[in-house]
C-alpha cells in the first residue's frame, strides 16, 4: 500500500476513520473486507489526483454521485478527474459513488451518508423522486450545496443545473428525424434509461411535441426502464421490433445504442436514421462505422469544470451566485468526430 499520502487524506477519502485506515495500511486484523476495498480505491483516487494535491490553499473534497451505465459515469469520473488540475482559487479532490441500477432508496442512502461524513459539495445524476429531493434538501441544510448534472431536480434547494436544454435536444431530433425520412412511411423507436430522470423525460416530450407537429401521421414507440444496460435494451428492443415491423428510425435517449444496433441486425431489420446522445466510446465506434446517424453532443470536461465552479461560488470562493445556464449542444456526425 502507497504511503504517499497522509493517513488523514485517506480517512477523508474513504469515508472512514483514521484508526481504521491505519490498520488496513499496517495490515493489522480486526478489519472488513469492505473497509479494506475502500482504502485501497481511496489510494488509487488519491494516486490519480496527486496534481491536485500538491497545489496550495483550501481543500474542497466534493463527491461525484450518479446513476448510469458505466459507459457513461466512466466518462463523467474522467472529464472530472481532467478538470481539477486546472481549477483555482482552491484545490478540489473528488470522491465518487457511481452505480448503474441504484434505485431511489439506495440513492437516498448514498446522499445521506454523504451528509453524515461530510462533504464540501455534491455534483449528482439521480432520479426526479420525492425522496431524492428531499435528500439533497437535507444535504444542503447541513451546508453542502448540490449541483444537478444531465438531468434536473427542479424543485429540490440543489444551487444549480448543469448540462443541456433537454426539451430543446429532444425537439432538435425531432427535427432531424423529419428531415431524413422525409415523406417515406415508418415509425419511430424512442428508448430512455428510466422515466424519473427528468432529463430524458424531457428530451421525450421535446421530440414527441415536436414530432407531432412536423409528422403527424408517424408513431413513436417507446421503451422505458431499460437502465441503459445492454442485456435489458436489447431485449426490448427485439420485442418492439417484431411487434411493429413499420419501425425505421431511433431516437435514442437513454443509451445502449450498441444493443438497439445489435436487436435490428438479429432481426435483419434496416433503419434510415439513428440519433442517440454524448460521445462515450460505444458511441464513438457506432459512429465511425456508420450504424449511428448523428450524436448530440455536450462539451462534458466543460460542464464538470462548470460544476465545480458553481461549488466554489457557493463557498464564496468565487465571485458572484452560483445558476445555471444550457450547455451547447453539438450535432456530431461520423464526418465530423472530434479526436
Not at 444531465?150 to 443541456?164: C, E, F, K, M, N
Not at 428510425?249 to 441486425?265: D, E, T
Request: proline share 6%; charged share 20%; aromatic share 4%.
Amino acid at each position: 500500500m502507497s504511503r504517499a499520502f497522509r493517513v488523514r487524506d485517506i480517512a477523508v477519502q474513504a469515508g472512514l476513520s483514521e484508526t481504521t485506515v491505519d490498520r488496513v495500511l499496517n495490515g493489522r486484523a480486526g478489519v472488513s473486507t469492505r473497509a479494506q476495498r475502500q482504502v485501497h480505491r481511496a489510494v488509487r483516487e488519491l494516486e490519480r489526483q496527486q496534481d491536485q494535491l500538491r497545489l496550495g490553499g483550501r481543500t474542497l473534497v466534493v463527491d461525484l454521485v450518479m446513476q448510469a451505465p458505466a459507459r457513461f459515469t466512466g466518462a463523467v469520473r474522467a472529464a472530472l478527474e481532467g478538470e481539477l488540475p486546472g481549477l483555482r482559487p482552491a484545490v478540489i479532490r473528488a470522491r465518487f459513488a457511481l452505480d448503474e441500477t441504484a434505485s431511489a432508496p439506495a440513492m437516498v442512502e448514498t446522499l445521506d451518508l454523504v451528509r453524515r461524513r461530510g462533504s464540501q459539495g455534491v455534483i449528482l445524476k439521480a432520479p426526479d423522486e420525492p425522496e431524492v429531493v428531499e435528500a439533497v434538501d437535507r444535504l444542503v441544510a447541513a451546508g453542502i450545496p448540490v449541483v444537478t448534472l444531465v438531468t434536473d431536480l427542479p424543485t429540490s434547494r440543489r444551487v444549480a443545473y448543469v448540462g443541456i436544454d433537454n426539451r430543446a435536444a429532444g425537439a432538435t431530433a425531432a427535427y432531424l428525424v423529419s428531415q431524413w425520412l422525409g415523406d417515406a412511411p415508418g415509425n419511430v423507436l424512442v428508448t430512455l434509461s428510466r422515466d424519473t430522470f427528468r432529463g430524458e423525460e424531457e428530451r421525450e416530450m421535446g421530440f414527441r411535441t415536436t414530432l407531432r407537429r412536423l409528422a403527424p401521421g408517424r408513431s413513436i414507440v417507446e421503451l422505458s426502464n431499460t437502465d441503459g444496460l445492454d442485456a435489458t435494451t436489447h431485449s426490448l428492443t427485439l420485442k418492439a421490433l417484431t411487434a411493429d415491423p413499420a419501425i425505421n428510425a431511433v431516437y435514442s435517449i437513454g443509451g445502449g445504442n450498441q444493443a438497439i444496433v445489435n436487436a435490428f441486425s438479429d432481426l435483419n431489420r434496416p433503419y434510415r436514421c439513428f440519433i442517440g446522445h454524448d460521445l462515450d466510446p460505444d458511441n464513438r465506434a457506432l459512429l465511425r462505422s456508420g450504424a449511428l446517424s448523428l450524436v448530440l453532443h455536450h462539451d462534458l470536461p466543460a460542464d464538470l469544470r462548470r460544476s465545480c465552479h458553481a461549488l466554489l461560488q457557493a463557498h464564496h470562493l468565487l465571485p458572484d451566485a452560483p445558476h445555471s445556464l444550457p450547455s451547447n449542444i453539438y450535432p456530431i456526425t461520423p464526418h465530423n468526430l472530434p479526436t
